[in-house]
């Protein structure tokens, strides 16, 4: 259910499912190339300190005086919105000897909102200069996962506008101009001009919730439009790049337009069909290409039904490189043909079922559904509906959602190991 206050946007969730009650509030923003490397130091900051918990021992002895509440910030991406999360899991109350837990939690969450730890405009210099280090350790360190490394630079290749190349943690060129100062002015465009939703599930009383959140009135911009999807101008071209670095296994990453969104007409095609590609252990790629031919180490794909697109990861020799696009060619037409066995395809269905059932038993993916619910109304069907469309998927609308993969970047990244053939 959600409050009839239109300032912000409150979801409650009852359900007697679980123990614990997870809070969680997310401000959204168009995404934004200039504003992604701040939003993500401003998680940080936030996550560790305010001005009454102006260390991260001192808040984690609060949350530990909450029964061992556990709190985080992180940000995230879908389609145009970047999100800044934060989010708070207590002990239901109803289950100990203590009572107003809940109204403590709140209340700790208001003061990381709107009490950070700011002094004369500036976040305190030395809480700053650790979170910015080690956000920007954390960045440096993709470069040595030689599979992460190449998954960001298949986007940068793949995405025209700057904002989509750009993770939503943000780059390290982009610490240059951060300053306690500056990511005050963050914090502050944040509370003003954001999209504000908090989500609230467990087993609570919803008027209780209401009262608890009035505060939290007074954030965000109600009025803020943010589209979701990001589409891409179709092109013919092929944009390729290709590097060498002293690693032992190459990696060869591809992506595809597809044109195919999120809950659309081939939304549940595309779904049946990425796992049937490259998407599972029982996939045309993994089965093909890595297990028959032993042309890869690794290799699988995944569909971004937010931003209209697909790619392909692969972690290979140098000197498969053509066979290994080839072949990966040669199964995307295959799958194009509709050459796909019965009892594949309803193992894949068995698979894609189980594992959406076991989501609605996980509080993260119960929380983003709903979210995703409420701005998108073609999102909000029932379990039963879930289930009744992904079974009714069939081998022509499986090849009807291929038809629309077009490959448009290709990214190598060669390894110049002297042991590749000992592997």
């Known amino acids: 259910m959600n409050n009839s206050n239109p300032a912000f946007d409150l979801q409650i969730i009852p359900t007697k499912k679980f123990k614990t009650i997870r809070i969680e509030i997310r401000f959204a923003a168009p995404l934004a190339r200039e504003n992604s490397t701040p939003r993500a130091l401003l998680a940080a900051l936030l996550e560790t300190s305010s001005k009454k918990y102006p260390t991260q021992q001192a808040l984690s002895t609060k949350l530990a005086e909450l029964y061992g509440a556990t709190f985080g910030a992180n940000v995230s991406r879908r389609g145009q919105q970047h999100w800044l999360n ?16 809940l109204a403590q939690a709140v ?56 904002a989509q190349k750009v993770p939503a943690f943000g780059a390290l060129r982009d610490f240059v101009t951060l300053t306690p100062e500056s990511l005050v002015r963050t914090y502050r465009e944040m509370l003003t001009h954001d999209k504000l939703t908090v989500a609230v599930l467990g087993d609570v009383d919803p008027e209780e919730i209401e009262l608890l959140f009035a505060d939290f009135a007074s954030l965000g911009d109600p009025q803020l439009k943010l589209p979701l999807f990001y589409a891409q101008d179709e092109s013919n071209l092929i944009h390729e790049a290709q590097e060498e670095q002293p690693v032992i296994q190459s990696k060869l990453n591809l992506a595809y337009d597809t044109g195919i969104y999120y809950y659309d007409e081939l939304y549940f095609p595309q779904i049946v069909a990425n796992a049937l590609f490259g998407g599972s252990a029982v996939s045309k790629l993994f089965l093909n290409v890595r297990e028959k031919a032993s042309l890869a180490y690794s290799i699988s794909s995944s569909s971004d039904v937010f931003r209209g697109c697909m790619f392909v990861q692969t972690g290979i020799d140098r000197k498969n490189r053509e066979r290994v696009l080839r072949m990966v060619n040669e199964e995307l037409e295959s799958l194009r043909r509709g050459e796909v066995e019965s009892e594949t395809l309803k193992n894949i269905k068995r698979q894609l079922r189980n594992q959406f059932l076991i989501g609605q038993d996980q509080i993260r993916t119960i929380l983003d559904q709903n979210y995703l619910a409420n701005i998108y109304p073609a999102a909000a069907i029932s379990t039963a509906e879930w289930l009744k469309r992904l079974e009714a998927v069939s081998i022509k609308e499986i090849q009807q959602a291929a038809e629309r993969w077009n490959l448009s970047a290709i990214y190598f990244l060669e390894g110049a190991g002297k042991n590749e053939e000992n592997i």
Request: hydrophobic share 40%; net charge negative.
């Open 107 to 162: 209340d700790l969450l208001k003061e990381i909102v709107f009490s950070p730890n700011i002094t004369e405009d500036h976040f305190e210099t030395a809480v700053f200069a650790r979170a910015k280090q080690n956000l920007k350790d954390y960045i440096a360190s993709l470069e040595e996962d030689k599979q992460s490394w190449a998954t960001l630079k298949i986007q940068e290749e793949y995405f025209a506008e700057q």
């Open 86 to 101: 934060l989010q708070l899991s207590i002990v239901n109350e109803k289950y100990l000897q203590e009572k107003g837990i």
